[in-house]
């Protein structure tokens, strides 16, 4: 049995004899494409394609085989037209990872009101700490912050601000620092290392400041230890300012923010999902999250805190 991965590229190759612009067509990278075409060709046990300049020709092979390939593929649309016809219930168990910090608030929230939606659905929903490295990794993923090339859809939601915060505590034994020359003398509570290639900070009238934080000595690898560290009095450390604000309703005057008017980078909300044609359900549920999404989040001069907060 044929995959009908394999077939897609390979007819979308034969039309358009190119890798870059069959990949572009079918919204996967062109590593994937050449995947595809090598497993088809080591399943039909000969080369389909041959290359000529910067086209890709079929082989006498491949001329044969297109015929047969393009009569799968309507069969398999038209099996799947009717099927959809059908049945138009969404159902069956999906997987969702979420960045840690999502754990709880909107993420969790959205995923309730679908499972209302729709009843037969099944959910299952992990934290992770890690963002997906792999395009065989076909569940849906929330993240927070910039994701590496991975070969799956990475769809930005919107974008959270953060700032540099330190307990009142600390500010009284070490000084608040006024200027982002003075962090050098701070302790750095990291979020394994973030910034040990440095931050830019950014100022509305003074422009961009480039900051080389020093080594820091605790490095931690989730948002809520480096938080915690730092209502501890361990330091100062870069924090999304929604975070902060959810601390201090439970624990008022743990925080307070340093250098207001410079700016880190913010951090992008990533979904990321696998290339191609998804299942009605994942199909429903990206719906469900990108309907749901804050206006807060799109816009980048505006805080997202309420927004994150809300039921």
């Known amino acids: 049995m044929y995959d009908l991965e394999d077939l897609t590229a390979f007819a979308t190759v034969m039309q358009t004899g190119n890798l870059t612009v069959s990949a572009r067509q079918l919204d996967v990278s062109k590593s994937t494409v050449s995947r595809r075409i090598s497993q088809l060709e080591a399943q039909v046990g000969q080369p389909l394609l041959r290359r000529q300049s910067n086209r890709l020709l079929p082989t006498e ?75 065989e990794d076909t569940s849906l993923c929330l993240w927070l912050g910039d994701v590496e090339e991975c070969g799956l859809r990475q769809e930005t939601l919107g974008h959270l601000p953060r700032g540099i915060y330190a307990h009142p505590d600390y500010l009284a034994r070490h000084g608040a620092p006024r200027h982002p020359r003075e962090l ?23 422009g961009i400041y480039e900051f080389m934080p020093p080594s820091s000595r605790l490095r931690v690898d989730q948002e809520v230890f480096q938080s915690d560290a730092i209502a501890r009095s361990q330091g100062l450390g870069i924090l999304p300012d929604w975070l902060v604000e959810r601390r201090l309703r439970a624990h008022p005057g743990t925080m307070v923010r340093c250098l207001e008017n410079w700016h880190p980078p913010t951090h992008p909300i990533v979904l990321l999902y696998p290339f191609g044609r998804l299942p009605r359900k994942m199909v429903s549920l990206i719906d469900h999250l990108r309907r749901a999404v804050p206006d807060a989040w799109r816009a980048s001069s505006a805080s997202p805190v309420a927004a994150l907060m809300q039921d």
């Open 61 to 135: 092979a491949g001329t044969l085989f297109l015929s047969y390939c393009q009569q799968i593929l309507s069969l398999a649309e038209q099996s799947r037209r009717v099927l959809d016809d059908l049945s138009g219930e969404v159902s069956g168990k999906i997987t969702a990872h979420v960045h840690c910090v999502f754990a709880r608030g909107w993420f969790s929230r959205r995923l309730e009101e679908f499972l209302a939606s729709y009843p037969e659905v099944h959910l299952e929903l992990r934290t992770q700490l890690r963002p997906p490295s792999s395009p």
């Open 184 to 206: 050098s003398r701070h302790a750095w509570i990291d979020l394994l290392g973030e910034t040990q290639q440095g931050l830019q900070l950014q100022h509305a009238q003074e």
